[in-house]
């Protein structure tokens, strides 16, 4: 079974984001132990990159102070094998193709098995192009993630057929960022999902607070958090730990 299938075994799941090194790696650490400790069941982790597409500003901003301040794929490889002696829950890596590969692709997932990281989300990477890292994921068994947007309409049973893990469902077209509300028709996104696969599902891109985290994980099988994050790491820097873990776990207790 993957590790990531885990993440759903007791009940809805609570995913956050965080952006590595932003303000530095040892607030990361920190901030990915409290995370832990309050609740998410599955982390994702953000390898920075100069120009990601995906992003808001928000996040966007984590990225550029992050490679301001030196961090690099290597030592966010440092980081996790560090990490790992504490924290169990399945951790994904979130980056973009280009990131991978320029490390080159097979040296960056076999390091991923090795420092035991279980999924790699490469939101650039279109359905059609997976086979450039498919083969060597399954190789050294990480989870490709599989994101479906809502302009995947009819390629979504196709997504859905291939996941492995969990699937990414974005909530609204644009780029990532708090929203004050959530138009998407999601549930017809999440039964067709449904029809096609048992992997679970869940949903990101805008959600802010526990009403929203709540009525996600309702229709899905879990919510997924950044902005929200990086926002309260922005503010309070490198005190940013014990607020982000009240922060997941206030998210945590709502979906419960």
Same mark, same amino acid.
Do not use: H, W
């Given at each position: 079974?993957?590790?990531?299938?885990?993440?759903?075994?007791?009940?809805?799941?609570?995913?956050?984001?965080?952006?590595?090194?932003?303000?530095?790696?040892?607030?990361?650490? /920190? #901030?990915?132990?409290?995370?832990?400790?309050?609740?998410?069941?599955?982390?994702?982790?953000?390898?920075?990159?100069?120009?990601?597409?995906?992003?808001?500003? &928000?996040?966007?901003?984590?990225?550029? !102070?992050?490679?301001?301040?030196? &961090?690099?794929?290597?030592?966010?490889?440092?980081?996790?094998?560090?990490? !790992?002696?504490?924290? /169990?829950? +399945?951790?994904?890596?979130?980056?973009?193709?280009?990131?991978?590969?320029?490390?080159?692709?097979?040296?960056?997932?076999?390091?991923?098995?090795?420092?035991?990281?279980?999924?790699?989300?490469?939101?650039?990477? +279109?359905?059609?192009?997976?086979?450039?890292?498919?083969?060597?994921?399954?190789?050294?068994?990480?989870?490709?993630?599989?994101? #479906?947007? +809502?302009?995947?309409?009819?390629? %979504?049973?196709?997504?859905?057929?291939?996941?492995?893990?969990? %699937?990414?469902?974005?909530?609204?077209?644009?780029?990532?960022?708090?929203?004050?509300?959530?138009?998407?028709?999601?549930?017809?996104? &999440? /039964?067709?999902? !449904?029809?096609?696969?048992?992997?679970?599902?869940? %949903?990101?891109?805008? #959600?802010?607070?526990?009403?929203?985290?709540?009525?996600?994980?309702?229709?899905?099988?879990?919510?997924?958090?950044?902005?929200?994050?990086? /926002?309260?790491?922005?503010?309070?820097? !490198?005190?940013?730990? +014990?607020? &982000?873990?009240?922060?997941?776990?206030?998210?945590?207790?709502? #979906?419960?």
């Amino acid at each position: 079974m993957s590790n990531i299938k885990k993440a759903f075994e007791n009940g809805k799941a609570f995913i956050p984001f965080i952006t590595c090194g932003d303000p530095d790696l040892e607030t990361t650490a /920190k #901030i990915v132990k409290e995370m832990a400790a309050n609740g998410a069941d599955l982390i994702e982790l953000g390898i920075p990159f100069s120009d990601p597409t995906a992003e808001g500003p &928000v996040i966007q901003n984590a990225n550029l !102070r992050a490679l301001s301040g030196g &961090v690099t794929t290597d030592k966010i490889f440092d980081l996790v094998r560090d990490l !790992r002696k504490d924290v /169990k829950i +399945p951790m994904v890596f979130m980056t973009y193709a280009n990131v991978v590969f320029s490390y080159g692709a097979e040296k960056f997932i076999s390091t991923l098995k090795e420092i035991q990281m279980d999924g790699l989300i490469l939101p650039d990477l +279109p359905f059609e192009e997976k086979d450039e890292f498919q083969p060597l994921c399954d190789k050294y068994g990480i989870d490709l993630i599989s994101l #479906i947007a +809502p302009t995947s309409e009819n390629r %979504i049973a196709m997504i859905a057929k291939e996941a492995k893990g969990f %699937i990414y469902i974005v909530s609204s077209l644009g780029v990532t960022g708090t929203r004050s509300e959530i138009k998407t028709d999601l549930a017809s996104i &999440v /039964k067709t999902v !449904r029809e096609n696969t048992d992997t679970p599902c869940a %949903i990101g891109f805008g #959600i802010s607070n526990p009403e929203q985290a709540a009525g996600m994980a309702d229709l899905s099988d879990g919510a997924i958090v950044g902005s929200a994050i990086v /926002k309260i790491v922005e503010k309070a820097g !490198r005190n940013a730990a +014990p607020e &982000v873990g009240r922060f997941v776990k206030s998210m945590k207790d709502a #979906i419960r």
